[in-house]
């Protein structure tokens, strides 16, 4: 297989509200900051363009037709990926790999605070036949699936309190995360109750921003870039999104997302061979879900790593440095590049006062949030 790299990020964001910019000023930003790090002109040098955005959130239908002008696609392939952001990433990773390409962008973007009604967006991607009659709120399906987890690995509520801690204080230290803050596991425990066992402070909010990357063949890769991020194996998997039907325990879209994405980067033991991790904590219980899908500790095992520091940035295995979602914002489906962002800024050796000691590879996992058990995930070497 043809090698392929990530020789430039550019992001713009992110804040909680953006009422300065539109959605195309901010993509514009972010490009502009990628080409130039990468090197490249888009109109001269970028072969094709893909974005990522759900049309429901856009309030427009075939969204790419409004993407080509704030990112220097005019008459250039552009197509638009209705998923997480890193399943975009994927999707320019596979156009280089086919050889047709030899330089791909990739733009994903959130702005949320102009979605009025985004509860009621989300609800509307529940089955209309038999789920969608029931006005599930979004929320209360996070606190049954919670709920759920925790009886069946015996995590306690105050060790997914202790993940906002965490993940907040992890933003406090990033100069780009919208909700950086230090916290005490009494404030989380303690914030109002949403839907039991879920609580605000246990639930990401929303921000503002835009990321662009842009990809490129090996050879290509290193002719632009002094240190280019290697993408060394990928992977998604998108289960039933049905309540009746889908896996409420563990997170069967992780572990399979995660399976396929070792398996082509060649790793046996993700434990010994992942530095460091950036996955979704949409909810914070999710952040520990996901960890131990993605097979990073056992069953049952995360909240206890949590609690004896080994996911802080000092421990043995950091995981969302950048603050995660719940310290940077949850980015509707930009949030998954988020992920990759940090990754590849850790690798770089470029991540300011979070910045980790000697890692070399890293893990990077996006979830499309409920009612979706959808999962994509990449790993990226220095």
């Known amino acids: 297989m043809r090698q392929v790299a990530i020789v430039g990020v550019g992001y713009s964001g992110f804040r909680s509200i953006s009422p300065d910019l539109s959605y195309k000023e901010l993509m514009y930003e972010a490009a502009a900051k990628a080409y130039d790090d990468a090197g490249v002109d888009p109109r001269r040098d970028v072969e094709s363009f893909v974005s990522v955005a759900?049309?429901?959130?856009?309030?427009?239908?075939?969204?790419?037709?409004?993407?080509?002008?704030?990112?220097?696609?005019?008459?250039?392939?552009?197509?638009?990926?209705?998923?997480?952001?890193?399943?975009?990433?994927?999707?320019?990773?596979?156009?280089?790999?086919?050889?047709?390409?030899?330089?791909?962008?990739?733009?994903?973007?959130?702005?949320?605070?102009?979605?009025?009604?985004?509860?009621?967006?989300?609800?509307?991607?529940?089955?209309?036949?038999?789920?969608?009659?029931?006005?599930?709120?979004?929320?209360?399906?996070?606190?049954?699936?919670?709920?759920?987890?925790?009886?069946?690995?015996?995590?306690?509520?105050?060790?997914?309190?202790?993940?906002?801690?965490?993940?907040?204080?992890?933003?406090?230290?990033?100069?780009?995360?919208?909700?950086?803050?230090?916290?005490?596991?009494?404030?989380?425990?303690?914030?109002?109750?949403?839907?039991?066992?879920?609580?605000?402070?246990?639930?990401?909010?929303?921000?503002?921003g835009a990321i662009v990357m842009v990809l490129a063949s090996g050879d290509v890769a290193q002719e632009l870039s002094a240190l280019p991020i290697w993408i060394t194996g990928v992977g998604w998997c998108n289960e039933t999104p049905s309540l009746e039907t889908r896996d409420w325990e563990s997170a069967t879209y992780a572990r399979n997302s995660a399976e396929m994405a070792y398996r082509v980067a060649g790793i046996r033991n993700p434990r010994l061979e992942i530095d460091f991790a950036e996955v979704d904590d949409t909810f914070a219980y999710k952040e520990l879900q996901h960890m131990e899908a993605l097979g990073l500790c056992r069953e049952g095992e995360a909240g206890l790593l949590l609690e004896e520091g080994d996911t802080e940035l000092d421990g043995e295995l950091p995981l969302n440095p950048s603050g995660g979602n719940l310290g940077v914002g949850h980015l509707l489906d930009a949030s998954g590049l988020a992920r990759v962002l940090e990754v590849v800024l850790q690798l770089r050796g470029i991540a300011g006062q979070r910045q980790l000691e000697d890692v070399e590879t890293g893990l990077a996992f996006g979830w499309r949030s409920i009612p979706t058990t959808s999962g994509a995930a990449v790993v990226l070497s220095n």
């Open 54 to 208: 759900e049309d429901f959130n856009e309030g427009t239908s075939i969204f790419d037709e409004y993407v080509p002008d704030q990112i220097g696609g005019v008459l250039k392939p552009v197509h638009t990926i209705p998923g997480d952001g890193i399943h975009g990433l994927i999707a320019a990773y596979m156009q280089v790999l086919t050889g047709a390409m030899d330089i791909v962008m990739v733009e994903a973007h959130s702005k949320a605070s102009n979605v009025l009604t985004l509860s009621d967006v989300v609800a509307y991607a529940m089955d209309p036949i038999y789920n969608r009659p029931l006005r599930a709120n979004p929320l209360f399906i996070a606190g049954m699936e919670m709920n759920r987890y925790l009886y069946k690995t015996g995590t306690t509520e105050e060790q997914c309190a202790q993940v906002v801690v965490k993940n907040r204080a992890n933003g406090f230290l990033n100069p780009s995360a919208a909700y950086g803050a230090r916290l005490s596991l009494d404030a989380v425990l303690s914030s109002e109750p949403l839907s039991y066992p879920l609580k605000r402070l246990e639930v990401s909010s929303h921000a503002d």
